[in-house]
């Protein structure tokens, strides 16, 4: 149930840097109370666990391709530009 669940919650992104920030918990109780949870605390539990993962993996990835662009900008393409700027 605690998977089933946890997809139903909506993901939540900063703005910004476009990070992946976890689960907007805010609807949890209605789920529960929708799908007739009974023990809450224990599904809810299982939940965070799995967010946690969710959490550490996809920052991994993240940094995991922002080395590959940094890589990829430090060795250019390649060509040389010689460019005679006169004033």
């Not at 946890?6 to 920030?21: K, R, T």
């Not at 976890?22 to 209605?30: A, L, T, Y």
């Not at 809810?44 to 590959?68: P, S, T």
């Amino acid at each position: 149930m605690a998977f089933f669940v946890y997809s139903y919650l909506s993901d939540v992104w900063e703005g910004m840097s476009g990070s992946y920030m976890g689960k907007d918990w805010s609807q949890v109780q209605d789920l529960f109370n929708v799908f007739e949870i009974e023990d809450q605390k224990v599904v809810l539990y299982f939940m965070k666990m799995y967010e946690g993962i969710v959490v550490v993996d996809r920052a991994r990835d993240q940094e995991r391709k922002r080395k590959a662009a940094d890589r990829k900008r430090q060795q250019g393409d390649g060509k040389t530009y010689a460019h005679n700027v006169r004033g």
